[in-house]
């Protein structure tokens, strides 16, 4: 242990206090180097990312950047974490997902390290009625059972009541959510199939009769899942939580008990800080709620925190667990009481063995070997993630009230006013992906054409008819798939001739940009032999603004009478002569390669 001498650290107090003006100026000197002329505040906000919410992420983060105090653990107004003790005594709850009767992988899950089981169930999930059957061998007094059952939430409730009491289960000792998200379901189907007045009972025998059991989820999934940024999220999930709480309170439960009976499922992505700083404020946020309603004891909100879906790819599927890892750790740091890690192959169908083991064991190592879950909130006090869980608080906090003007969430869904906003999100963050301003690894970014294809068996069909389902790869897996078709009709991919002129010191980093560009799109980039050689309708001039100035012109006009249709020039745009179009950072790269697969007759 370190013993501080009577004055602190004297070898520090030696050292004056470095001003935050003294830092801007240094910032403008470096950035006068790069040709930009600003000063003052201007320095600091050239280094600044906007994030979506119109955030913005400052580089440098000080004692002035204050955030409304953040409380104690298990205190109101729970930033800090629903319960004192947080996740220190096992861990947070790892819940791994099922929409098949397939009761073998579900024991094999929970002998491997699942603590609980999220089933999807009615549908095309599993039968209500094949229930008992799926949770043969499962000790329900041990593992937590939550429900998603659409508007089968009833009736699947009542089956998992039964067999609660065929199997000695005491009421007291049975534990998980019933699932029942009318909203939530709305939004993923379009139609109002089930109401909150059917399911309040469920709510009612649960706070009567079985402490553990929550009868209520606002799954946050459905907006996420359309596009919707993290405010949006939180949004949406307040407006559900108060539609709820008015429809419980309304049914004769106390606010304390309604408050009770709800679970809340939130996306975690791989932005780690944002989902920090998102479970964090969702607590704070619903902490308010329940002080507003005369129940601040309540107001401890409990997290099932999903690895995000639309994070997800289809194409390089590995790089899914990297993505997974981080979202895990993001969560769990963020203090949700559970995770449900997506297995790698889940966009590509049923996940096998090996990808249901590689999620669990995501949690596994977190927990176990990493100790994550040993410190509560780690991040808490970070001047960065304190300012960003405030800035993204009050960004939910003002959708959320726009939610409430429009009368509620069921009228702002019925309305489109929810859809709007979530697809003008999607929209702006399109185009980010577009121009690869957000890449994708392995799919917009080191794309690997020669990929072994990894096979499914096909799951069981989403529910449809509501708000749309979006993923980050769509555009460009689009692309890929046209030049997989037409790779097995004619044997072969599309492909682009890429002229190197002059060195390799003044053509390779070009040479790889467009190499990466355009193998993202699913065309085979051609670098060796000649243009007549490569087997390609069209070419690419690689090299340096010095090198296009000498010879840019002349050989294009090389390629043309080679045969080339179209000559592309990988560098910022000019006024070349023989030049069609150029390929640069920031360009829209989808539209660039769905026009060069229409021009080389790619279907």
């Known amino acids: 242990m370190t013993v501080l001498p009577d004055d602190g650290l004297s070898l520090a107090s030696e050292f004056p206090d470095a001003p935050h003006e003294q830092w801007q100026h240094l910032v403008a000197g470096v950035l006068r180097k790069s040709g930009k002329e600003v000063s003052g505040d201007a320095a600091e906000d050239a280094l600044s990312t906007v ?29 800090r974490g629903g319960r004192a003790e947080g996740n220190t005594t096992s861990g947070w709850d ?68 039964q067999l609660y009491e065929e199997r000695g289960v005491a009421a007291d000792a049975a534990r998980g959510n ?32 079985h402490p553990g059991l929550r009868a209520l989820t606002v799954d946050v999934l459905p907006y996420h899942e359309a596009g919707g940024s993290a405010a949006q999220e939180l949004g949406c999930s307040l407006a559900t939580g108060v539609a709820y709480l008015r429809g419980l309170t309304g049914a004769g439960l106390s606010v304390t008990e309604a408050c009770g009976q709800l679970e809340f499922r939130y996306a975690a992505t791989a932005d780690q800080f944002l989902t920090i700083a998102k479970l964090r404020a969702a607590r704070r946020l619903w902490a308010r709620v329940a002080e507003a309603c005369g129940a601040p004891e309540a107001g401890a909100q409990r997290q099932h925190a999903v690895t995000s879906p ?23 740091v963020g203090g949700a009481d559970g995770v449900t890690v997506l297995p790698f192959d889940e ?11 590689i999620a669990r064991n995501t949690s596994t190592i977190l927990i176990e070997e990493s100790h994550l879950s040993r410190v509560i909130d780690p991040a808490g006090g970070s001047w960065y993630v304190e300012r960003l869980t405030d800035e993204l608080a009050h960004a939910a906090w003002q959708f959320f009230q726009e939610i409430e003007r429009a009368g509620g969430q069921e009228a702002a869904l019925r309305s489109g006013l929810v859809g709007e906003r979530l697809a003008a999100t999607w929209s702006a963050r399109s185009a980010k992906l577009a121009t690869r ?15 072994k294809p990894v096979d499914r068996a096909p799951a069981p069909e989403p529910p449809t008819g509501g708000l749309p389902r979006v993923r980050r790869d769509e555009a460009y897996e689009a692309l890929r798939a046209r030049s997989d078709a037409h790779l097995a009709v004619t044997g072969a991919r599309p492909r682009v001739y890429l002229a190197a002129l002059g060195p390799a010191a003044a053509h390779s980093a070009r040479l790889a940009f467009a190499t990466n560009l355009f193998q993202a799109g699913g065309i085979e980039a051609v670098a060796e032999g000649t243009f007549e050689e490569s087997g390609a309708s069209e070419a690419c001039l690689c090299s340096s603004d010095a090198l296009y100035a000498e010879g840019a012109e002349a050989a294009a006009a090389e390629l043309r009478a080679a045969g080339a249709e179209h000559v592309l020039l990988a560098g910022r745009p000019g006024a070349y002569s023989g030049v069609d179009a150029y390929v640069f950072a920031g360009c829209d790269a989808v539209a660039l390669l769905s026009t060069a697969l229409d021009r080389m007759g790619v279907s």
């Not at 966009?347 to 083991?357: I, K, S, Y």
């Not at 301003?437 to 990929?451: D, K, N």
């Open 51 to 79: 994030l979506e919410d119109n955030l913005t992420t400052r580089p440098l983060y000080t004692a002035r950047d204050t955030a409304p105090a953040a409380g104690l653990p298990g205190f109101a107004p729970f930033v």
């Open 310 to 332: 639309v994070m997800m790819t289809r194409r390089d599927p590995w790089v899914n667990m990297l993505r997974t890892t981080v979202a895990t750790l993001a969560a769990g």
């Open 94 to 161: 790892v819940r791994q997902r099922h929409v098949t009767p397939d009761g073998e992988a579900i024991l094999s899950d929970l002998e491997n390290g699942v603590t609980s089981l999220w089933l999807g169930v009615g549908g095309t999930g599993i039968p209500v009625s094949a229930l008992g059957t799926v949770l043969d061998g499962v000790y329900l007094d041990l593992a937590p059972v939550a429900l998603d059952a659409g508007e089968e939430t009833e009736a699947a409730a009542e089956r998992l009541f």
């Open 437 to 451: 301003r957000e890449p994708i690894t392995g799919v917009s970014e080191f794309p690997h054409l020669a990929e």
């Open 178 to 209: 019933l699932g029942a998200d009318p909203l939530g379901h709305e939004a993923r189907t379009g139609r109002p199939s089930y109401d909150l007045a059917s399911v309040t009972g469920l709510a009612r025998r649960c706070a009567d009769r």
């Open 347 to 357: 966009a590509l169908g049923l996940p096998d063995a090996f990808a249901r083991r």
